[in-house]
């Protein structure tokens, strides 16, 4: 075991630092704008719903609302059983940032729904699936800038389709049944939300893996001990009262009848894969973030287990030997199509191989694990505890409506946002939510008056402000007030003054940046060096996206800024993923004026060397 802060490969991209240094060699040129909030316009006239029966609305509901940082709460379970689930997983978030320091961008906060009661829980399971398919504890739900965690606090145990009965009698426990540990559920759904903001998203069984060894995370005030596996001879208490009792009980009289055994638990993979077939890694690779293994990783799931394998074993094991190999096939895999060919590139191995390779570990795990404690006489400090009250039918509704939503349930999410604001609540974010909604379901006539009342009131919510001023837009590109079709600068101000306000609230969306530079493109008056920055920020935050890249080096060559300009131009050439691409950035390329001599690398090359 090693004592030190450990942290896991996380991939960095060439051209993340690439544009790093185009925005840094700017910085002396162009200063950004500091976004603030339009001010609020005349008074909205907001949607009136009729409703015929009040069996039309959903009955208020008591739930409980509370707020740790990058999270609210909606719990309708006891106040004891939410606080110690969410006391504990405060301390787990702060140990964990000790030994894997992953970079928490700010954002919308998360929705963390605790179902205690009422069977609330099989609401949120994800349209098209059932709780029947799988076995599940605990939900991690996702778009573009929502993400909600709903944990299933009333279940104790889950049923397990196809358990191996085989050993029950002599291990004393019952392989159809599986006990469930709230506080690691909600561990690996946060591992979950963390991975899933990576761009572009990291693979379902990096993620599954990283959740399985953080799940296992042994911790308290003292000490963190980071991927070590338990000994897969081990058996529970109450399965080894169990047990003992019927050994007892068949040592005088054979025919006895046997206790029932204690719920199977979750176990590390050196004890889940013991005499079990692994995944054909071709197959073991294909498995998506929404597939119903990585859906249901509780139970029976050889391929959560194996990926619990494989990246331990890539990360932990055998001294380290197959680390460059990983981060190699991460980083590739995040990009192209896994296969054969380019696993043995990485790994100089085979699939096959691989399995023996991952064979041999599962049976005998040869690695180093990781200790951290603090300095004698200290402690890691407690989080503040949470505080419960009773939540608003605006947040019970916002929040509830959301994860629906999430979930893919639309009509029930509609539901649940609209009944508080017929019953008279007029919270912005609730107002916000339901501008969303209606513009999902395409009544723009009525999204544009909820989200124009909920700017007015300055909500934090980016994608409120992004929405607005793409309706704003596409009036201006109905209507364009300027000759030759352009934008005017009261047109123009009217769309940016809201990406402003967007860009100034978490997280940052990709979106508002293309907006801002499409509007410019378009604008009788385009930006000058004193604000084409913004757009170059965009680029920097989301070297991904190749129309802002290209945007913003077009924009500015027109405003003089030209070594940003071909710096840029020069990123998009390399990065380019097809010659359609790379002709638009040679054609942008060639267009632009030439550098000035101090400018010109000795090579003469304009890009920066990453």
Known sequence: MRRAIVQPFSPSFRRSRFLAVVLAGAAGVLALAAGEPPPAGPVVELPKFVVTDTRDLPPPEAWRYGEIPGFEILSNASDKATTRLIDDFSMFKQALGYVWPVPNRASVPTALIVCGRGGKFDAFVPAGKTSAEGVLASIFLKDRDQTAIVIDLEASTLNISGGDTTDDAATGTDSTQIAVDHNKQLYREYVHYLLSKSEPRTPAWFEEGMAQIIMAMKFDSTSIVFGKLEDPNTISAAAGMIQQLNAAATADDPDADLLPGAPVEDRDFNAALQHKALVPLDKFFAVQHDSPEALNPLGNNRWAKQAYAFVHLCLYGEGGRFQKGFAQFLVRSAKEPVTEAMFKECFGMTYKSMLLQLRGYIDVSSYKSIEFSVKKGQKIPQPPGLVLREATPAEVGRIKGGALELAGHKEQAHTELIAPYVRGERDPRLLAALGLDEHAAGHDDRARKFLEAAVAAKVGWP??????????????????????????????????????????????????????????????????????????????????????????????????????????????LEVAPDATSKAHFQELKAGLPPLPPSEKSPAGSAAPKS
């Open 463 to 572: 994608r409120a402000y992004l929405e607005l001023a793409r309706f704003r837009y596409a009036d201006a590109l109905a209507q364009p007030a300027a000759p030759d079709q352009r934008f005017s600068p009261a047109q123009s101000d009217a769309v940016v003054d809201l990406l402003m306000a967007a860009r100034s609230q978490p997280p940052s969306l990709p979106e508002v940046y293309e907006l801002i530079a499409d509007t410019w493109v378009r604008s009788a008056t385009p930006p000058g060096r004193d604000r084409v920055g913004l757009v170059v920020e965009g680029a920097r935050l989301f070297p991904g996206h190749l129309k802002l890249v290209y945007q913003a080096a077009a924009l500015c060559a027109q405003a003089g800024v030209v070594d940003v300009a071909h710096r840029l131009a020069d990123y998009g």
